[in-house]
């Protein structure tokens, strides 16, 4: 007890309780920026955005065409065979995979008279006669529109072997929607509906030649 009976540590402790609470409001009183915000009184009424859907579709994959050979023992079968020894690079079975893509280039090159694609797969009597039928087109004003939907067969017919020229006449089953369109828009032949087409190409290629490419020197609808 101090002079006078005034209690001078009541005085301390009063004057270190203030200074902690002082030091106190000074800590809790700043943001550190950790702090979550305010919320929204509108935030909790606010639907939620669904997030974007994305489907997933499986592509359609067409089959492969069966591309049967005929027999060994049968004659066009022994005239592959000849062929085989006059060119040892050819393989009937790649020949009808080449045939296979060669008929989707020229159908497609056809229809879009596409001539520079046309030129290189065609003999010069064929790429004449595809050549004037686009022609014709043209001077109509008509659109061809062709699709190959897909091709079930790819076979040989028969075969040939003339010295070193050989020809081989090629069966192709395909499902195609072909439509000639007008200069006014509407259809002028044919129809929007698959169709299943079975036609007969002819290809020729010297053997003894440096040229691998098979050119199409016939075609005809069977």
Do not use: C
Request: proline share 7%.
């Amino acid at each position: 007890m101090g002079q006078g009976g005034f209690p001078v540590d009541l005085v301390l402790f009063g004057l270190i309780a203030a200074f902690l609470i002082l030091r106190l409001r000074s800590v809790l009183g700043r943001r550190t920026g950790f702090e979550r915000p305010p919320l929204d009184p509108q935030a909790a009424h606010t639907p939620l955005r669904a997030a974007p859907v994305i489907e997933g579709r499986a592509e359609s994959v067409q089959p492969a065409p069966a591309r049967p050979l005929p027999d060994p023992a049968s004659p066009t079968g022994a005239t592959l065979a000849r062929m085989q020894e006059a060119d040892r690079s050819f393989q009937p079975q790649r020949f009808l995979e080449g045939a296979e893509q060669a008929f989707r280039i020229i159908v497609t090159a056809f229809a879009g008279g596409d001539r520079q694609a046309l030129r290189p797969l065609l003999s010069e009597e064929t790429y004449r006669t595809f050549d004037t039928a686009i022609a014709e087109r043209e001077s109509r004003s008509e659109t061809q529109k062709t699709e190959i939907r897909g091709i079930q067969t790819v076979a040989i017919e028969s075969a040939e072997l003339t010295g070193t020229t050989a020809r081989i006449a090629v069966r192709f089953v395909s499902d195609q929607v072909n439509m000639t369109v007008g200069s006014d828009g509407q259809p002028a032949a044919g129809a929007d509906a698959v169709t299943e087409i079975t036609d007969l190409w002819t290809f020729e290629r010297d053997l003894a030649s440096q040229d691998p490419t098979w050119r199409l020197v016939g075609a005809r609808s069977a």
